[in-house]
């Protein structure tokens, strides 16, 4: 969370695994958390294929509480896929009113990859801008291509080869 210690002190508890020869160990398993002091996150490698960054379709849902300019590609301030290609034509916008509605498709004319700062808009790979702002409430649906990967599902892995398994 904002503003939260990145090395804050340890509280080892009362000592009993310790006196027993435990170890007792932190280890993060979630490579897109936001960054944010503090928060144990796995920092993994790149996958690639034929030595490039993996490229594949990401489907993201957005929704808003209030009107909103753009919209961040991921959930909670995660770290999103960036798109391939700010540019890309087979990217697809939805909107529908609820869940189970029939979705309108977004011309792609009016939406872009970018983000607003001060009434501008900025090219970015990790955001969506529509003409006119996306509406609250509204169910935004997003489909693109997305480049980038990290190898995921190795902090169990790390944390049980640091401990001897």
């Not at 939260?4 to 509280?11: E, H, K, L, T």
Request: hydrophobic letters at 40%.
């Amino acid at each position: 969370m904002a503003g939260s210690d990145a090395n804050p002190p340890i509280d080892v508890g009362d000592g009993f695994l310790m006196r027993r020869g435990y170890v007792v160990a932190s280890c993060g398993w979630q490579f897109d958390l936001p960054e944010v002091p503090g928060l144990i996150r796995l920092y993994g490698v790149e996958a690639r294929e034929h030595g490039q960054p993996l490229r594949g379709r990401v489907y993201v849902q957005l929704q808003a509480p209030e009107d909103v300019a753009d919209f961040l590609l991921s959930d909670r301030a995660h770290q999103a896929y960036p798109a391939a290609d700010l540019d890309e034509r087979e990217a697809v916008l939805t909107v529908r009113d609820m869940p189970d509605a029939e979705p309108e498709v977004v011309p792609r004319s009016t939406w872009k990859f970018a983000r607003v700062e001060h009434g501008r808009v900025r090219p970015d790979p990790r955001h969506v801008a529509l003409d006119g702002g996306f509406a609250k409430g509204r169910l935004y649906h997003l489909a693109y291509t997305a480049t980038g990967a990290q190898v995921i599902g190795l902090g169990l892995v790390a944390l049980r080869d640091c401990a001897g398994g």
